[in-house]
């Protein structure tokens, strides 16, 4: 059987990281931790476009093509994404989130887990 690891910490998450799931390890909730902004776009048109997709979505009309490109391109890549927040977390000392996590908890176990990421 396939394990599932975090994309960021690299803890057995039990089922795949889509949209909801929240790792309990590093925290970071798929599909919104990982949904980042570019820094350096334009925020005023970025805005605009949302705007745009928001109109499109409420009239329940097809939103037109570059609206969408520009909003897939001004996010970085779930991949980018996932190193960012992975750099964030080991930043912050690779603390755990949510519960008291496993006994002896630091930055040894942190390390063996990151190494899960780049399992098959
Ligand atoms: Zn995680």
Redesign the pocket.
């Known amino acids: 059987m396939n394990k599932h690891y ?1 994309p ?4 057995e998450l039990g089922r795949v990281y889509a949209d909801g799931v929240i ?1 309990l ?2 925290g ?1 909730e798929s599909g919104y931790d990982d949904d980042i902004e570019k820094e350096d776009i334009d925020y005023d048109e970025y805005l605009v476009m949302l705007k745009i997709r928001d109109d499109f979505e409420h009239k329940k009309k097809p939103v037109p093509e570059h609206v969408t490109t520009y909003l897939k391109n001004a996010r970085y890549e779930k991949k980018t994404a996932w190193a960012i927040l992975r750099r964030k977390w080991k930043q912050e000392g690779c603390a755990w989130k949510y519960g008291p996590g496993p006994e002896g908890w630091g930055m040894e176990m942190a390390e063996a887990q990151l190494r899960n990421i780049d399992k098959p």
Do not use: E, K
């Open positions: 975090c960021i910490c690299g803890y790792c390890c590093c970071n």
